[in-house]
T-cell receptor, first 114, second 114 residues
Framework: DTEVTQTPKHLVMGMTNKKSLKCEQH?????MYWYKQKAKKPPELMFV???????INESVPSRFSPECPNSSLLNLHLHALQPEDSALYLC?????????????FGPGTRLLVL | AQKVTQAQTEISVVEKEDVTLDCVYE???????LFWYKQPPSGELVFLIR??????QNEISGRYSWNFQKSTSSFNFTITASQVVDSAVYFC???????????FGAGTRLFVKA
């Protein structure tokens, strides 16, 4: 089973709202990722958690706040977003071991900021 | 520095035609992995294949085949007898062994017309 789930599938929020995106996997993977993808572009890395610790932050604005409560869950808290933050947000996971670099992606959350 | 180039932005074929998607990469790492992902309109990135830098054997999976040539730093993907369901964006990607950051190409959008 190589399933990564994401909720919600779609989200519309105003610039003053606070919302959260959720990602879950039960494959025993110890590395989890958040990507942002704009239309007709490749995924752009935002954050990487390895063994529940933040290991990579690609200079993402503080209005995006990641959280990894346990090895199966990854959240992305959103606050005071801008319209240009509208995009597809993808979560991915992998085992975290060298030699097992394949990432498995969730279906994504399509976010619209008004 | 690592880089993945997919020079074909869009390709349009008629059903049952064969089509090859090109991927050229640059890396100074001696060991690395190459990937192909498919992204249908629904948004999820679907893992297709992983190749490590030691294994130049070509691979075939049904109508899909991959040609890895280290001498030319290429990892091309051929779909034989294309079908409408193959319409998607295809991403080639690269990661160094033990690394956490995947480098994606810009993607090739494939349209297969009935």
């Amino acid at each position: 089973d190589t399933e990564v789930t994401q909720t919600p599938k779609h989200l519309v929020m105003g610039m003053t709202n606070k919302k959260s995106l959720k990602c879950e996997q039960h494959m025993g993977h110890r590395a989890m990722y958040w990507y942002k993808q704009k239309a007709k572009k490749p995924p752009e890395l935002m954050f990487v958690y390895s063994y529940e610790k933040l290991s990579i932050n690609e200079s993402v604005p503080s209005r995006f706040s990641p959280e990894c409560p346990n090895s199966s869950l990854l959240n992305l808290h959103l606050h005071a977003l801008q319209p240009e933050d509208s995009a597809l947000y993808l979560c991915a996971s992998r085992t975290g071991t060298s030699g097992q670099e394949t990432q498995y992606f969730g279906p994504g959350t399509r976010l619209l900021v008004l | 520095a690592q880089k993945v180039t997919q020079a074909q932005t869009e390709i349009s074929v008629v059903e049952k035609e064969d089509v090859t998607l090109d991927c050229v990469y640059e890396t100074r790492d001696t060991t690395y992995y190459l990937f192909w992902y498919k992204q249908p309109p629904s948004g999820e990135l679907v893992f297709l294949i992983r190749r490590n830098s030691f294994d130049e054997q070509n691979e075939i999976s049904g109508r899909y085949s991959w040609n890895f040539q280290k001498s030319t730093s290429s990892f091309n993907f051929t779909i034989t007898a294309s079908q409408v369901v193959d319409s998607a964006v295809y991403f080639c990607a690269l990661i160094k062994t033990g690394g956490f950051k995947t480098i994606f190409g810009a993607g090739t959008r494939l349209f297969v017309k009935a």
